[in-house]
Every structure is written in C-alpha cells, then in structure tokens.
C-alpha cells in the first residue's frame, strides 16, 4: 500500500526557512516522479516542485531560486527546502506521485507571517 507522510511545517515569519520531509512507504521513492504541491482553502492544487526518477527537477516560477527539492533514497525520504519564505507561500503543502495527486498525504500546514 503506498503512503506518504509529510512533516516539517510550521509557523515562520516572512524571510524564514522550512524544510518539508515526506517519508513514502510501500514502493520505492527514487523510482518514482514525485512532486510537492500546495492548496490554499477555495484554490486548485498546484506543482510547486517535481524530481524525476531520473533526478531532473522542476520549479513553479513563483519558487525557483528560493526551493530545493531533493531526497534521501536511504530513508526513501522527499524533502522540500523553503528560503526566503514570503506570506504568499502560506498554504497546505503536500507530497505526491506525479502521476497520481491522489496518493498524497494528510499535509503539513506552512503559514508565513509578515
């Protein structure tokens, strides 16, 4: 059964740093497109980030340079670096396979005050 944990939210104040984990059970992690995403309440998901199995990542542009994803195939771990962390990134953040948003977790909340 596939699950997906994620963790490492929190309460920051704008121009702080989170680090996002997403723990995977149930297929191999590495092997796998993974993304994170975040919703805001009465807003659509959307990507913020995706590795390939491959390594290649992705950015949403509103992310790109203040975001790193990565994992730990060791742990079979996503994670999720956030710097530079502004309001607008305030938002349930979740960890999925890329093909299937279904198999996301219960999210960790991310809030960024000003």
């Known amino acids: 059964e596939v699950q997906l944990v994620e963790s490492g939210g929190g309460s920051v104040q704008a121009g702080g740093s989170l680090r996002l984990s997403c723990a995977a059970s149930g297929f191999i992690l590495h092997e796998a497109d993974m993304g994170w995403y975040r919703q805001v309440p009465g807003h659509e998901c959307e990507l913020v980030s995706r590795i390939s199995s491959d390594g290649s990542t992705y950015y949403a542009d509103v992310v790109k340079g203040r975001f790193t994803i990565s994992r730990d195939n060791t742990k079979n771990t996503l994670y999720l670096q956030m710097n530079s962390l502004k309001p607008e990134d305030s938002a349930m953040y979740y960890c999925?396979?890329?093909?299937?948003?279904?198999?996301r977790g219960q999210g960790t909340q991310v809030t960024v005050s000003s």
């Open positions: 999925a396979k890329y093909s299937d948003i279904a198999s």
